[in-house]
């Protein structure tokens, strides 16, 4: 074996070919497997709503080190799975400590430590890299966010402990916020190294697709077909391509999209400003992509409850540990005043009628705004059909200049669109912002408005149904 000396790690290269990251301490899987206690779970608190799920599932928080808590559940999967995971455990995020040699505070508070570095480091993320493998469904994957100072080494750890057979991605998210160096290039991204476990992981392509977009492509013809809806075409090799602007494609795995949170971010505030607290936006796309309704998802270094807080509003089972008390207070806060949407604060506390699902989301979109609340229309005195569509696109054709493609919102009571010969797409798709209707140039995108009473069952609304456990040494009754 030939050995590279990096910082206090080595590079080993077999003579055989393979490689292995090598330092002192590195510890057999088995010794890991077989030495590592576990702990006693002992349930502190509980909540209980109107459960989401048909079965006796209550969500778990836990408060303790993760890497007992994990050889709890391998432990639990390996004997009478008490703990309903075995093979369930489609997703786990993981956003651990990135050795940044800091000591982070939530409003003047210590909330936690992130000083371990070098060789101990990568073992405090090896041991535990293994036991979630173990825990992990076979169709399940795993995503680890870190960033440069240890990004590559534990690029070569995952390989190990996953296989690099199963190693999907690299995606790098990118943010533009923060300080800018003088000296060097502004570090302005972290790398999640997603992995699967076996031949073949979740992943619902259609869930994150992301549009096609309106943009003129270089060497692109723009064409209407007769329904109305826009592509675009090109010739390449005697073979005509098109793209539909309303077809959605698997994101790259450069996240440029996703802003990073700001300080006083409104997002920030559920957790009490938790510090190194990551989008609800980031896990959407995380969750949505790599799990399905009532997967668990898993996130051992839970911190402010993010991955929590987007898996409950997605439908999905969660289990969340943290070994820091400060975040179990911020997680508990977060989780008992849920909004229903993704990346907003406050549950819905409106006392109208009505409101619109992903509003926010709506409202932020390219579009121009052109909200329609109509009294008339949910009382039956105005209709919403072709005609009305045609007139409306071909009044604001009329008066808006140039000839660019425009995209206006407009948001309709549930039940009331009455469009027979237009075409609206996606057709099945209710989720606000998706569904539109095109009139040459003029796209209206189109959000229904739910009853509010829709939304008001305890399970459609907020985290209730979960119980709080301390992870307590098993020698300890
Ligand atoms: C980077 S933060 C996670 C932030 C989280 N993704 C969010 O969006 O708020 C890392 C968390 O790992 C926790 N942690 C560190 N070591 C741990 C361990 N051994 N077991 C469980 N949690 C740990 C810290 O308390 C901290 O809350």
Redesign the pocket.
């Known amino acids: 074996m030939v050995f590279l000396m990096i910082n206090d790690m080595l590079i080993g290269i077999a003579a055989n070919g393979e490689y292995e990251l090598v330092y002192s301490g590195k510890l057999s899987k088995e010794n890991i497997i077989n030495t590592t206690p576990p702990a006693l779970l002992k349930k502190i608190e509980e909540f209980h709503g109107e459960n989401t799920f048909d079965d006796s599932w209550a969500n778990m928080l836990i408060h303790g080190?993760?890497?007992s808590v994990l050889k709890t559940i391998y432990d639990d999967q390996q004997n009478r799975d008490r703990l309903m995971t075995k093979n369930r455990i489609t997703l786990i995020y993981i956003?651990?400590?990135f050795a940044t040699k800091k000591e982070f505070k939530q409003q003047n508070q210590k909330?936690?430590k992130d000083t371990m570095t070098g060789a101990a480091f990568l073992e405090f993320l090896r041991i535990r890299l293994i036991l979630l493998k173990e825990i992990l469904a076979d169709n399940g994957s795993i995503y680890l966010?870190i960033d440069w100072r240890f990004g590559h080494y534990i690029k070569i750890i995952m390989d190990e402990v996953f296989g690099p057979e199963n190693f999907l991605n690299e995606c790098i998210w990118y943010y533009s916020s923060g300080g800018r160096p003088e000296t060097y290039y502004a570090r302005k991204h972290a790398a999640l190294y997603f992995y699967k476990k076996g031949k073949k992981a979740v992943f619902h392509q259609h869930e994150i697709g992301l549009p096609w977009g309106r943009q003129k492509r270089n060497n692109m013809k723009r064409n209407v077909d007769p329904d109305g809806r826009v592509y675009w075409s090109i010739n390449s090799g005697n073979k005509e391509y098109t793209y539909y602007e309303d077809t959605r494609l698997t994101p790259d795995d450069v996240w440029d999209d996703i802003s990073h949170l700001q300080q006083k971010d409104p997002e920030r505030g559920s957790?009490g400003h938790?510090p190194?607290?990551?989008p609800e936006k980031l896990l959407e796309r995380i969750i949505r992509a790599s799990s399905g309704k009532g997967d668990i998802v898993l996130?051992?270094?839970?911190?402010?409850?993010?991955?929590l807080a987007v898996a409950e509003k997605l439908k999905r089972r969660w289990i969340g540990?943290?070994?820091?008390e400060p975040?179990i207070a911020a997680i508990r806060k977060r989780l008992l005043s849920l909004s229903t949407t993704i990346g907003t604060l406050k549950r819905d506390t409106r006392t109208d009628f009505e409101r619109v699902d992903d509003f926010k989301a709506h409202s932020q979109s390219t579009s121009r705004g052109l909200f329609f609340i109509y009294e008339k229309v949910r009382k039956g005195d105005f209709i919403l059909n072709d005609e009305f569509f045609i007139e409306l696109a071909h009044f604001i054709d009329r008066h808006l200049k140039g000839d660019n493609e425009e995209t206006f919102s407009l948001i309709y009571p549930e039940g009331k669109l009455k469009v027979k010969n237009l075409s609206v797409r996606p057709e099945a798709d209710l989720k606000a912002g998706e569904k539109s209707i095109a009139i040459g140039r003029i796209k209206f995108l189109l959000s229904e408005i739910r009853k509010k009473q829709e939304y008001t069952k305890p399970h459609d609304l907020y985290a209730k149904t979960f119980s709080i456990y301390r992870a307590m040494p098993a020698d300890k009754k």
Do not use: E, M, R, V
């Open positions: 080190d993760n890497l956003d651990p400590p909330a936690y966010h957790s938790y190194t607290q990551k996130d051992a270094f839970a911190g402010s409850g993010t991955t540990i943290d070994t820091g975040a």
